[in-house]
């Protein structure tokens, strides 16, 4: 009984299915089929260096260079205080010497 109740579910769903005569046109037809490709040289293998994985050392060693010339992290609060904090922030940042 339990195997014959999913058959029973998508007999009664087939009967509402739109007709599949007609859908595909002509030219489709008539195209050639699309030239397949090997997935191997798509991917990138895991044990190739990210690029994601330098600048997070890049922005990590920046982030440090700041915290030593006492420029503090964004702490939290209501909206108001984070965009009076961001905006201070935005001007400390602006005034400091680059690298």
């Known amino acids: 009984m339990i195997r014959i109740l999913p058959c029973f579910f998508l007999l009664a769903c087939g009967a509402e299915l739109p007709p599949t005569e007609g859908t595909v046109s002509a030219a489709a037809l008539s195209a050639p089929a699309p030239q397949l ?3 191997d040289d798509l ?3 895991a044990s190739q260096p990210v690029r994601a994985a ?3 050392a890049t922005l990590q060693r920046r982030g440090a260079g700041l915290a030593a010339r006492g420029i503090a992290p964004p702490t939290g609060g ?3 205080a984070r965009g009076a904090a961001l905006r201070a922030r935005a001007e400390t940042l602006r005034a400091a010497p680059l690298d």
């Open 78 to 80: 209501d909206l108001a």
């Open 37 to 39: 490709v090997p997935l």
């Open 54 to 56: 330098d600048a997070g």
């Open 43 to 45: 991917l990138v293998p």
